[in-house]
């Protein structure tokens, strides 16, 4: 299979619908992360795109010791990986906090921390440390404007955050600021969204700081703003982007300034029908792919001329191209998916590509919900 970035020598060993990585630029994705950071230190990639060992272990080798999760099992998936310093970007409420002690005494060689945005998850989340003499980092978690988790930069965040310094079980480290909200098209507009977020952020700093508490930790961002966050010179700055690493088709046709990134992983279907003259059907269906996007708009598929999905089942994938007839059941075609993260997490493994061959499998281990803890 031969395409100019997706060169597949023999594909024969690839079931379909496939979840595909190409190392080399997954690889070269990941230098050109730590390069726009800056340097390592000032990056803590997200986990949840990936959700693989192998591809952390690619990080740690390329010296990134911070890391960012969303779930617990992927907690557990960077700790049993040797990463010394886990954030679990979430707020961990219900039976999730006594696991999050079983999983702070499981690896002793890792720190972790979770955000804090509450008052009633702060006083839980501190019980149920002391009482299983564990301690957690907690960094308190700041609403920009997304309004999904988070408490407003202000009076009551900062009484929080005083709150936070004092629960037992708890050490307070710093904010973290997601604005997953800022998806403006040029780089020039998410900058000005930035840095009007960032007034109020870092006056909630300095009064902090002015009654001699220290906030060493500012964790900041997805990938759209990641060039703005990159370019600040605040102590303590870390960027998390997550999708970076695979990106996607969504990225990378909203955000032109992010073209040194490269999709780098796709999805290898094949035709199993061709029903009517005009119509080719794969197996790439909803269940293969993320379907938070609209229904045809879910991923572009490579070398398949002026075609229009037109149905898609939980197996099927129906599109209408004038060069239908040329097609053969058993025709191979790449896919990138529009969104990556939750495309991954659909496939229990991802066949590796190097150098244009099939290397072999990593298990997308971190889809599960519970590993061992
Ligand atoms: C809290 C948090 N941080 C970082 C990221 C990474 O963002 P992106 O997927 O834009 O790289 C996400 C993505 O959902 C997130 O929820």
């Known amino acids: 299979m031969t395409h100019s970035l997706y060169h597949i020598e023999n594909t024969s060993t690839i079931y379909s619908p496939g979840l595909v990585f190409f190392l080399d630029l997954i690889r070269q994705n990941l230098a050109r992360t730590i390069e726009l950071a800056g340097s390592v230190d000032r990056l803590r990639p997200h986990c949840k795109t990936h959700k693989t060992r192998e591809i952390v272990q690619l990080e740690l080798a390329a010296g990134i010791r911070k890391h960012k999760v969303a779930t617990l099992a992927e907690a557990e998936l960077l700790a049993s990986c040797g990463v010394p310093d886990v954030f679990i970007a979430y707020p961990i409420v219900g039976p999730n906090q006594r696991r999050l002690a079983e999983l702070i005494r499981r690896y002793p060689n890792t720190r972790f921390s979770v955000t804090v945005d509450h008052p009633h998850s702060l006083k839980t989340l501190s019980q149920t440390m002391s009482l299983e003499n564990v301690e957690v980092d907690a960094l308190l978690d700041l609403d920009v404007g997304q309004h999904r988790t988070g408490i407003s930069p202000g009076p009551e965040a900062e009484s929080l955050y005083e709150q936070m310094l004092a629960a037992p079980g708890l050490k307070a480290v710093g904010f973290h600021v997601y604005d997953g909200h800022n998806h403006q098209p040029t780089l020039a507009e998410r900058q000005a969204a930035v840095q009007v977020l960032m007034e109020p952020v870092l006056r909630l700093r300095e009064t902090l700081e002015a009654k001699g508490v220290a906030i060493r930790r500012l964790i900041m961002g997805g990938t759209p703003t990641f060039p703005v966050f990159a370019r600040m010179d605040i102590p303590g700055l870390e960027c998390s982007p997550g999708t970076l690493i695979l990106h996607d088709h969504s990225y990378s046709s909203k955000f032109p300034d992010l073209s040194p990134f490269v999709p780098a992983a796709l999805l290898l279907t094949r035709v199993i029908s061709r029903p009517t003259k005009t ?95």
Request: negative net charge; aromatic residues 6%; contains cysteine.
């Open 279 to 373: 119509r080719v059907t794969f197996d790439l269906g909803y269940k293969a792919v993320a379907s938070d996007p609209p229904a045809g708009k879910r991923l572009v598929l490579l070398d398949v001329p002026e075609y229009e999905a037109i149905l898609q089942n939980e197996e099927h994938l129906v599109v209408e191209t004038p060069a239908a007839e040329s097609f053969q059941p058993g025709d191979e075609r790449l896919a990138i998916p529009t969104h990556i993260c939750p495309t991954v997490a659909m496939h229990q493994q991802a066949y590796v590509v190097e150098g244009g061959k099939v290397i072999g499998t990593w298990p997308i281990v971190g889809r599960d919900r519970v590993l061992t803890i």
